[in-house]
């Protein structure tokens, strides 16, 4: 057996392992389109397009596509891509295997000249793979082998073949035309359960944290919307932290969804030195809006979503690096709405599932424990600023404990923005109780003796076992006297 043999048993485990959701689908097809564009000098000619098509699920770009001359191979291999993890979103070499399980067929069609119809189509047979797995015929096949089997290679002469398509390739002719060049994938009778999660209802929201594209426009001229130009657009022939791509899905384009009216008193920016950032938060309140979608942490490389705070701060937590519960960081983080940027592909890049990153060295272990220490600053601001609020509308006759805590509450605030930062300003005075008025000394003693029946008489309740409601205030009174 040849030291380069591959079993077919690795589809099964690719597809079934690695692809287990069905949103990889658009994250994969999109990663290899994205890598097309962003070849060219100039992406503004460049767009992907995905649609449905009955139950036909196509994703098409205007890139370079695959050399003719390379094409067949780059088909039939796996797990060996001539990509550079530096400069492109995919570079495991087998992305394009993640339909696989979600649809009928596959295939694949290399657009090398548009204008004279150069195609090159490539098919991969679901429905026969899973009948070879069924009948447990693909036991002792080797990868190629399998291949052999289930896929086929077709030119553009074989025209029975190529007419079924011609649709699909030929319905944003216009875009194809700017560039004579393309790449279609299509996923011919799609799952049920793909067909689902496109039908869902927060599927096209998923969509926009997911893919690798800019954000509302209308940020751009937000009171802070310099930050989101220093993110994304090129200065002096530098490239910006993100680059995106021009997407739609059913001819909608997609954003990132994030409106003005997301962003909080504070929108901050993230220096991790492997990665760049930021977030936004309340400088009064860190807690969970149920109304704001931009909420809680979302890590991205080349500006596709790896993970959210549950698989970041799971993994936190796995490694010690959490100073509080796993429960309450994660309330805390939800408080806030933040988005980082991996910016050194070098040292630090994604896991085969693409869920989080390789943690195989001390520099990703270094980026986890700065990603920490962000996470665990949330938390300690959260609670400095829950304790003097709480303080200053319960005691404010103890006007030392309330500055103690306010002062408190600014350290944490000032390290969480890392800026100078001020509490509201239309926060009362706060004034020893002898300086107060009198109808002011009257409202805090009621206040305060309100506060003390309520817990004498959840005590009184507690150990009360014979009840008499005509007489209960007397009775409550007279338990006072003796306790």
């Known amino acids: 057996m040849s030291n380069n043999y591959v079993g077919a048993g690795i589809l099964n485990i690719i597809t079934e392992s690695l692809y287990d959701n069905p949103i990889v689908v658009f994250r994969e097809y999109v990663q290899n389109s994205v890598d097309s564009i962003f070849k060219e000098d100039c992406q503004d000619d460049y767009e992907i397009k995905i649609w449905c098509d009955g139950n036909d699920l196509c994703f098409l770009d205007n890139g370079r596509g695959i050399d003719t001359q390379d094409f067949n191979d780059e088909m039939i291999k796996i797990g060996d891509s001539s990509k550079k993890k530096t400069r492109n979103l995919g570079y495991k070499g087998i992305g394009r295997l993640s339909g696989v399980p979600y649809c009928k067929k596959l295939t694949f069609i290399n657009i090398s000249n548009y204008a004279s119809k150069e195609l090159q189509y490539y098919s991969i047979d679901g429905t026969k793979y899973e009948q070879l797995k069924a009948n ?64 869902s209802d927060n599927f096209f929201e998923n969509l926009q944290w997911l893919l690798p594209v800019d954000f509302d426009q209308e940020l751009y001229s937000a009171e802070s919307g310099e930050l989101f130009k220093e993110f994304t657009t090129k200065d002096d022939g530098s490239l ?90 994660l309330q805390s983080v939800r408080g806030i709405g933040a988005i980082i940027y991996i910016t050194d592909k070098v040292n630090i890049s994604a896991n085969a599932r ?81 300086t107060l008025s009198v109808p002011e000394k009257k409202r805090m003693i009621k206040k305060n003796i309100s506060q003390s029946i309520d817990i004498k008489l959840k005590n009184y309740l507690s150990q009360l076992n014979v009840f008499d409601l005509e007489n209960s205030f007397e009775k409550f009174i007279e338990w006072l006297k003796n306790n």
């Not at 052999?148 to 319905?171: A, L, P």
Request: aromatic share 10%.
């Open 136 to 199: 447990g015929d693909d036991k002792g096949l080797g990868f190629t082998e399998m291949m052999g089997i289930i896929g086929t290679s077709f030119s553009q002469k074989e025209k029975e073949f190529t007419t079924s398509y011609e649709g699909k390739i030929n319905r944003y002719k216009e875009l194809l035309e700017k560039t004579n060049s393309g790449f279609l994938v299509v996923l011919e009778g799609i799952s049920p359960v793909l067909s689902t999660t496109i039908e």
């Open 240 to 329: 910006p932290i993100i680059s995106y791509c021009k997407i739609s899905f059913n001819d909608v384009p997609i954003y990132r969804p994030i409106k003005k009216e997301m962003l909080r008193d504070y929108l901050c920016k993230n220096n991790f030195k492997y990665a760049l950032g930021f977030h936004t938060f309340n400088r009064s309140k860190i807690a969970i809006d149920r109304k704001n979608i931009f909420t809680g942490i979302r890590i991205y490389i080349d500006n596709m979503l790896l993970c959210t705070e549950d698989e970041l701060l799971r993994n936190l937590d796995n490694y010690g690096l959490l100073t509080h519960t796993l429960n309450g960081q």
């Open 354 to 434: 693409r869920t989080f990153i390789e943690v195989t060295d001390t520099d990703s272990i270094e980026f986890l424990k700065l990603i920490a220490e962000f996470v665990n600053t949330i938390y300690d601001t959260r609670y400095a600023l829950s304790y003097y609020m709480n303080a200053k509308d319960k005691h404010e006759q103890n006007a030392e404990l309330v500055i103690k805590l306010k002062e408190n509450a600014l350290i944490h605030l000032k390290k969480l923005a890392k800026e100078n930062i001020e509490l509201p300003d239309d926060e009362p005075e706060i004034t020893s109780f002898e």
